[in-house]
């Protein structure tokens, strides 16, 4: 133990002065541990990329009611971005998060997450695997003194100041235990160190969540137990858990809660010491140490469809629990990953926050096996990875932008990932989907237009099953393909949001069109001529819920009339949308922009519709929980219209994109008073890959496409690695926060008229140079020939 731990032997804290100078001197092992961490062969800037990282960055809400209009409920926190600050590797199976929401007893806002940056008490730390910890489990929190049987949490305020959070490493004070909790992780384990004071009663109390299971206190080193009510294909991880301490336990015994008890409060709790078996709800142990001041206890976590397999997690990956290796492990994944993508310029909280976002990013898909190694499949069948096994890409959100940001990065990650995706089509007979659309096809059609190698016909065979067999995942097919739309019906009754219920005809029509459009790509790329006419004349489906007496997208009923009333600034959740508006619905056509000028009546009355979009204000009656970060009728906190602000390229405008891009990145991110604020929900790196694509200068308005949009990017200089070796770079002259508007454009020296450019463009490296100045230069890519693709031919 080094001289700063030396000084926790001395005395316990007896006065505040004590208490303070323990917390500094905890705090200062911290940093020399992640410092020790930082030695090796990571690059000078990589290392200070990753310092700039902040995987609190979007655990916050923002703050000014202007950016987050009549949300959230009363009674109800508002959206915050729902990341974890805890730590994680890339594409890893599990993380070591904080958890500061109670949500057994709550379910505050969409999902589970574990961490809400405003609340001010800590109730425990999790090394589970879900996608959003809150529901993680088990629960683990050590605890000074007294503690209490969940849900009744022993809680303790923590110092905000002290919080640590980087890329594979978190750490806080727990004020109330005076005790310094720090996280890293491997790609299937969890590491947890504890430094407590000195006292006969540190505990650390391990259990499960509501639902239970049961535990075991295992020799005097181990506790293990298997939880009740998992989904095996929903957490590859398996429902057992093995945590293994450091050191022998001075003292232990078992607790569960009998919620069946009808009297005072939550129920009994059934407490016994040195009792190892217990089951119920809340299932837990309690093992206590007699430790002296700064005396360290680690806990290292794994995860399995059985004991035996989270313990041989445990050896094969964290043989010698060595917090400082593993962390140094960490780091070292994060900096392969940061070292593809290098900026300069741009302020530090600009920097922060492009670091920060690019670490979420990575949030999913998450790694299931490495090839070679055993896991179980959706089907409940043990199985060894013929390649690196990844679980389900969340389509509806990251399937828009984060996947093209793997293809440009990691091309060979993403050939895994459609491996996986095609496996798991092998196993249920569909390829799986998200929400409304059916976006597999997005990620197959990109990849192939990006020219990553795969066996696309042996995808087809299910991706065409998908959009014909009206058994499958596509919802309301036989309506669908009968009429080119789908109806909707007037749901009983107006929740908040305004009908909650219904079929989100309207959005499911344009989704499936939209995922038409890819999949006659596909089809004719394969020599299907008359699956990709058939296909293409199903892409032209969201003509039919474009209702030209309003000018926006309608639904309609059985009968083919028109839905009314109809107020499109009102949001819905199913009912005609998919959780927007019908402003926020009307751009939702990203395969054909041309298209969808032809139907507002060219050039001219799309831009004055899009420049009205981002006017008009945001007034409805009812509350969309989901509808936060606006700039107008505008909701960058949703997927729906994220693409929205790019889609000046097409109508001749570019220089607005460029001045909306700039407004969305300065004040719908970080602009709140903590500097962590999301505008809305991340969904597993889809709103942080936005602000990536979007920092560097750039936007896959159709990620099925190989085209990219651009903006205007924050920084002086980017330099993307990509994933072929390859550099492109992209070079902003005479930069600033008032230059954001694009004067002039060269690609590789040669004059360039065009706001996007294609992945052939890019493919063997080149230098975009941008040069940049304080007024719109309205001619530049104003022409009609400089207009991005679209699915119908250009107009004049």
Same mark, same amino acid.
């Given at each position: 133990?080094?001289? &700063?731990?030396?000084?926790?032997?001395?005395?316990?804290?007896?006065?505040?002065?004590?208490?303070?100078?323990?917390?500094?001197?905890?705090?200062?092992?911290? +940093?020399?541990?992640?410092?020790?961490?930082?030695?090796?062969?990571?690059?000078?800037?990589?290392?200070?990329?990753?310092?700039?990282?902040?995987?609190?960055?979007?655990?916050?809400?923002?703050?000014?009611?202007?950016?987050?209009?009549?949300?959230?409920?009363?009674?109800?926190?508002?959206?915050?971005?729902?990341?974890?600050?805890?730590?994680?590797?890339?594409?890893?199976?599990?993380?070591?998060?904080?958890? $500061?929401?109670?949500?057994?007893?709550?379910?505050?806002?969409?999902?589970?997450?574990?961490?809400?940056?405003?609340?001010?008490?800590?109730?425990?730390?999790?090394?589970?695997?879900?996608?959003?910890?809150?529901? !993680?489990?088990?629960?683990?929190?050590?605890?000074?003194?007294?503690?209490?049987?969940?849900?009744?949490?022993?809680?303790?305020?923590?110092?905000?100041?002290?919080?640590?959070?980087?890329?594979?490493?978190?750490?806080?004070?727990?004020?109330?235990? +005076?005790?310094?909790?720090?996280?890293?992780?491997?790609?299937?384990?969890?590491?947890?160190?504890?430094?407590?004071?000195?006292? +006969?009663?540190?505990?650390?109390?391990?259990?499960?969540?509501?639902?239970?299971?049961?535990?075991?206190?295992?020799?005097?080193?181990?506790?293990?137990?298997?939880?009740?009510?998992?989904?095996?294909?929903?957490?590859? $991880?398996?429902?057992?858990?093995?945590?293994?301490?450091?050191?022998?336990?001075?003292?232990?015994?078992?607790? *569960?809660?009998?919620?069946?008890?009808?009297?005072?409060?939550?129920?009994?709790?059934?407490?016994?010491?040195?009792?190892?078996?217990?089951?119920?709800?809340?299932?837990?142990?309690?093992?206590?140490?007699?430790?002296?001041?700064?005396?360290?206890?680690?806990?290292?976590?794994?995860?399995?469809?059985?004991?035996?397999?989270?313990?041989?997690?445990?050896?094969?990956?964290?043989?010698?629990?060595?917090?400082?290796?593993?962390?140094?492990?960490?780091?070292?994944? #994060?900096?392969?990953?940061?070292?593809?993508?290098?900026?300069?310029?741009?302020?530090?909280?600009?920097?922060?926050?492009?670091?920060?976002?690019?670490?979420?990013?990575? !949030?999913?898909?998450?790694?299931?096996?490495?090839?070679?190694?055993?896991?179980?499949?959706?089907?409940?069948?043990? *199985?060894?990875?013929?390649?690196?096994?990844?679980?389900?890409?969340?389509? #509806?959100?990251?399937?828009?932008?984060?996947?093209?940001?793997?293809?440009?990065?990691?091309?060979?990650?993403?050939?895994?990932?459609?491996?996986?995706?095609?496996?798991?089509?092998?196993?249920?007979? &569909?390829?799986?989907?998200?929400?409304?659309?059916?976006?597999?096809?997005?990620?197959?059609?990109?990849?192939?237009?990006?020219?990553?190698?795969?066996?696309?016909?042996?995808?087809?065979?299910?991706?065409?099953?998908?959009?014909? /067999?009206?058994?499958?995942? *596509?919802?309301?097919?036989?309506?669908?393909?009968?009429?080119?739309?789908?109806?909707?019906?007037?749901?009983?009754?107006?929740?908040?949001?305004?009908?909650?219920?219904?079929?989100?005809?309207?959005?499911?029509?344009?989704?499936?069109?939209?995922?038409? +459009?890819?999949?006659?790509?596909?089809?004719?790329?394969?020599?299907?001529?008359?699956?990709?006419?058939?296909?293409?004349?199903?892409?032209?489906?969201?003509?039919?819920?474009? /209702?030209?007496?309003?000018?926006?997208? *309608?639904?309609?009923?059985?009968?083919?009339?028109?839905?009314?009333?109809?107020?499109?600034?009102?949001?819905?959740?199913?009912?005609?949308?998919?959780?927007?508006?019908?402003?926020?619905?009307?751009?939702?056509?990203?395969?054909?922009?041309?298209?969808?000028?032809?139907?507002?009546?060219?050039?001219?009355?799309?831009?004055?519709?899009?420049?009205?979009?981002?006017?008009?204000?945001?007034?409805?009656?009812?509350?969309?929980?989901?509808?936060?970060?606006?700039?107008?009728?505008?909701?960058?906190?949703?997927?729906? /219209?994220?693409?929205? !602000?790019?889609?000046?390229?097409?109508?001749?405008?570019?220089?607005?994109?460029? !001045?909306?891009?700039?407004?969305?990145?300065?004040?719908?991110?970080?602009?709140?008073?903590?500097?962590?604020?999301?505008?809305?929900?991340?969904?597993?790196?889809?709103?942080?890959?936005?602000?990536?694509?979007?920092?560097?200068?750039?936007?896959?308005?159709?990620?099925?496409?190989?085209?990219?949009?651009?903006?205007?990017?924050?920084?002086?200089?980017?330099?993307?690695?990509?994933?072929?070796?390859?550099?492109?770079?992209?070079?902003?002259?005479?930069?600033?926060?008032?230059?954001?508007?694009?004067?002039?454009?060269?690609?590789?020296?040669?004059?360039?008229?065009?706001?996007?450019?294609?992945?052939?463009?890019?493919?063997?490296?080149?230098?975009?140079?941008?040069?940049?100045?304080?007024?719109?230069?309205?001619?530049?890519?104003?022409?009609?020939?400089?207009?991005?693709?679209?699915?119908?031919?250009?107009?004049?």
């Amino acid at each position: 133990m080094d001289s &700063h731990a030396a000084r926790f032997r001395r005395r316990a804290p007896s006065n505040r002065s004590a208490i303070l100078a323990i917390a500094w001197a905890m705090l200062a092992l911290g +940093h020399m541990d992640a410092a020790r961490a930082r030695d090796g062969n990571v690059p000078p800037s990589t290392a200070q990329a990753l310092d700039e990282a902040d995987p609190r960055v979007g655990t916050a809400p923002l703050d000014r009611q202007a950016l987050i209009g009549n949300a959230p409920p009363p009674g109800e926190p508002l959206y915050s971005g729902m990341t974890s600050p805890g730590a994680s590797l890339p594409h890893g199976s599990t993380e070591a998060t904080p958890v $500061n929401l109670n949500v057994d007893l709550s379910y505050p806002a969409g999902v589970g997450m574990s961490y809400y940056y405003p609340k001010p008490t800590m109730i425990g730390f999790t090394g589970g695997g879900s996608s959003y910890g809150g529901g !993680a489990s088990p629960m683990v929190m050590p605890v000074v003194g007294d503690w209490t049987v969940p849900p009744d949490y022993a809680q303790s305020y923590y110092d905000k100041a002290g919080e640590k959070a980087s890329p594979g490493y978190y750490a806080v004070d727990l004020a109330t235990f +005076h005790t310094r909790v720090e996280l890293t992780a491997t790609r299937q384990t969890s590491l947890m160190r504890f430094t407590f004071p000195a006292s +006969h009663r540190s505990n650390v109390v391990v259990n499960l969540r509501r639902p239970g299971g049961e535990v075991e206190v295992v020799g005097d080193r181990t506790i293990r137990g298997v939880a009740t009510g998992r989904q095996p294909e929903r957490d590859p $991880n398996g429902p057992w858990f093995v945590a293994e301490f450091s050191r022998p336990f001075a003292g232990f015994g078992t607790f *569960r809660a009998d919620r069946s008890h009808e009297g005072y409060g939550i129920g009994d709790a059934d407490v016994q010491q040195e009792r190892r078996t217990v089951s119920g709800s809340y299932a837990g142990a309690y093992v206590t140490f007699d430790t002296k001041a700064g005396e360290q206890v680690l806990v290292r976590i794994a995860h399995g469809h059985s004991a035996a397999e989270a313990e041989a997690k445990l050896r094969a990956e964290d043989p010698d629990g060595d917090f400082e290796q593993v962390h140094a492990q960490a780091r070292a994944a #994060w900096a392969k990953l940061f070292d593809r993508v290098q900026v300069s310029g741009g302020t530090p909280k600009q920097r922060m926050l492009f670091y920060s976002t690019l670490y979420h990013s990575f !949030a999913s898909p998450r790694l299931v096996a490495r090839k070679g190694e055993r896991f179980t499949d959706g089907n409940g069948q043990t *199985r060894v990875a013929e390649h690196d096994r990844y679980g389900p890409v969340p389509f #509806w959100d990251t399937g828009r932008n984060q996947i093209v940001l793997l293809m440009l990065l990691e091309p060979g990650v993403v050939q895994d990932i459609m491996r996986s995706e095609l496996d798991m089509a092998r196993e249920s007979g &569909h390829m799986n989907t998200s929400f409304h659309g059916d976006h597999a096809v997005l990620l197959y059609d990109g990849a192939w237009q990006r020219g990553i190698p795969f066996d696309y016909a042996a995808a087809y065979e299910y991706l065409r099953k998908n959009a014909t /067999d009206p058994e499958g995942p *596509r919802h309301y097919l036989d309506e669908y393909a009968k009429n080119g739309w789908i109806a909707d019906v007037v749901p009983p009754g107006n929740p908040s949001p305004p009908y909650a219920g219904g079929k989100a005809g309207v959005a499911t029509t344009l989704e499936y069109a939209w995922d038409d +459009h890819a999949l006659a790509d596909v089809a004719r790329r394969l020599g299907k001529t008359d699956d990709a006419r058939m296909f293409l004349h199903r892409a032209a489906n969201y003509r039919n819920v474009f /209702d030209p007496s309003v000018g926006f997208m *309608r639904g309609r009923t059985a009968d083919g009339q028109w839905i009314s009333p109809f107020d499109p600034g009102e949001p819905y959740y199913n009912f005609m949308m998919k959780e927007a508006s019908g402003w926020s619905t009307l751009w939702l056509v990203p395969h054909d922009v041309q298209g969808l000028i032809d139907l507002l009546g060219g050039r001219a009355a799309f831009n004055a519709k899009l420049d009205a979009f981002f006017a008009t204000p945001y007034h409805p009656k009812g509350i969309c929980r989901d509808c936060t970060g606006l700039i107008g009728q505008y909701v960058q906190g949703n997927q729906p /219209d994220q693409q929205a !602000a790019y889609l000046y390229a097409w109508s001749g405008q570019p220089w607005k994109t460029q !001045a909306l891009v700039r407004r969305i990145l300065g004040t719908l991110y970080g602009s709140d008073a903590s500097g962590f604020g999301f505008p809305g929900m991340d969904d597993q790196g889809s709103t942080s890959s936005w602000y990536v694509l979007s920092a560097m200068g750039f936007y896959p308005v159709d990620p099925s496409t190989p085209d990219y949009v651009l903006g205007s990017p924050i920084f002086d200089r980017v330099r993307l690695r990509m994933g072929n070796g390859k550099v492109f770079e992209i070079v902003a002259r005479n930069n600033s926060d008032q230059n954001r508007y694009i004067q002039s454009a060269t690609l590789n020296g040669k004059p360039w008229t065009r706001p996007w450019f294609s992945q052939a463009d890019i493919a063997g490296g080149g230098t975009l140079v941008l040069t940049m100045g304080p007024q719109p230069n309205k001619a530049w890519g104003a022409e009609p020939g400089d207009a991005p693709p679209s699915m119908s031919p250009r107009g004049p």
